[in-house]
């Protein structure tokens, strides 16, 4: 057996990088072992809250991004 | 002090010179520093001739808004010592940057006060920096060893003293220019700088930032995607190979052939003749449905079927 994935009590705790490498052994543990199929379907659930967190996650990123760019367009940087 | 001749003032002059330098008076850790740009100058001298003119008009070439506050004083003759005396410590007690104190040039008796013993400690004593400015070739005078500072001449004093001030508006002007363009160029320099590092890559598309995670979690989700789907696959695959090989061993597939199974009124399977009488009913099941029948003859096989 690879290593468990523990539980997490708030998947909103989790830092982004976390959540992404939470994912990623969900992969590598789907692929490499052979999973019961209730842990499957388990893990598979986790892995799409994961997903859905994750895309939110970035989603805000982008909109910081796009406010903090949008205020900066203000700035004459060459003067 | 009047002497006889010049040999006795030699001597007098040896034997105040070693007993001054024995106390210490000549020694440097007691000079003062003569300020860079005095703002107030104490002059001792003679009131008339040409010491006094030289200094003031050197002066004031030189830095013209300096005060210069000027003590005549009798500098040779009977007494003189005492005078100067009295006008350094007059000096000494205003508020004075610097003190000269001298007169032009004359016979070793002209300037024979400034070698007297008072004369010698009111410069010591005094809080004021002098400079001791005796017009003369050769040896020193006493007044040379204690004074703060000596200079040749009177003039050579007012040069020591006071710096030009011309001089000093052009080294301010210069520094002035080369603090600017240090600055400047300081200044320039972080500009590019600045600039250069707004122009980096994740200034300009700062969306990059975002690109590689969001190739990564689509990665992931593919290969979720792919996984799950292959588990499923897999364990209806198991599924089907289970429900096939329990269909193969159902009886219902061999009466859909055309076989039968019969039973006697208790259920119990038959399986031979031999457990059949002659008016025994019999229920033969079927696929869909059963059916009771009665037993009107019962004949048995030459051939043995089974085995």
């Not at chain 2, 007098?12 to 850790?29: I, P, Q, R, T």
């Not at chain 2, 003189?80 to 001298?102: C, H, P, Q, T």
Request: charged fraction near 40%; aromatic fraction near 6%.
């Amino acid at each position: 057996m690879s290593e468990e994935i523990e539980e997490v009590e708030d998947i909103k705790e989790l830092e982004f990088e976390e959540a992404l490498d939470r994912l990623e052994k969900i992969n590598k543990k789907l692929e490499r072992n052979k999973v019961p199929l209730e842990r499957a379907i388990e893990l598979y659930q986790h892995g799409m809250e994961l997903i859905e967190y994750c895309e939110k996650k970035l989603e805000e990123a982008e909109g910081k991004i796009k406010k903090i760019t949008e205020d900066n367009e203000k700035i004459d940087w060459k003067r | 002090m009047m002497v006889g001749g010049i040999g006795e003032l030699y001597l007098a002059y040896e034997k105040l010179k070693e007993k001054l330098s024995e106390e210490g008076l000549f020694d440097d850790e007691h000079k003062k520093e003569i300020p860079f740009l005095p703002q107030k100058v104490g002059i001792v001298t003679s009131g008339e001739g040409a010491a006094l003119r030289d200094m003031l008009r050197v002066l004031k070439d030189r830095f013209e808004n300096i005060d210069v506050f000027v003590v005549p004083t009798q500098v040779q003759g009977e007494g003189a010592a005492e005078k100067i005396v009295d006008s350094i410590k007059r000096l000494d007690s205003m508020d004075i940057d610097v003190i000269i104190i001298g007169r032009g040039g004359g016979s070793i008796e002209d300037l024979w006060s400034f070698n007297e013993e008072k004369v010698a400690r009111a410069i010591f004593k005094a809080e004021t920096p002098i400079v001791s400015a005796v017009g003369h070739e050769t040896d020193f005078l006493i007044s040379d060893f204690v004074a703060d500072e000596r200079a040749p001449t009177p003039t050579g004093a007012a040069e020591l003293v006071v710096p030009i001030k011309t001089e000093l508006e052009q080294k301010i002007m210069e520094q002035e220019r080369r603090t600017r363009t240090a600055l400047n160029n300081l200044i320039l320099g972080y500009r590019e700088k600045m600039e250069s590092l707004a122009e980096s890559p994740v200034f300009q598309r700062p969306e990059r930032i975002l690109e590689d995670r969001y190739q990564k979690l689509d990665e992931n989700i593919e290969r979720l995607g792919i996984t799950f789907d292959r588990y499923l696959k897999t364990y209806s695959q198991e599924l089907n190979g289970q429900k096939d090989r329990l269909k193969a061993l159902s009886p219902i597939q061999t009466m859909k052939r055309g076989y039968s199974i019969v039973m006697d009124e208790d259920n119990e399977v038959i399986t031979s003749v031999n457990e059949v009488n002659i008016e025994d009913i019999l229920k033969i099941n079927m696929v869909d449905g059963e059916i009771k029948t009665e037993t009107k003859e019962v004949e048995r096989c030459q051939k043995k079927l089974r085995k």
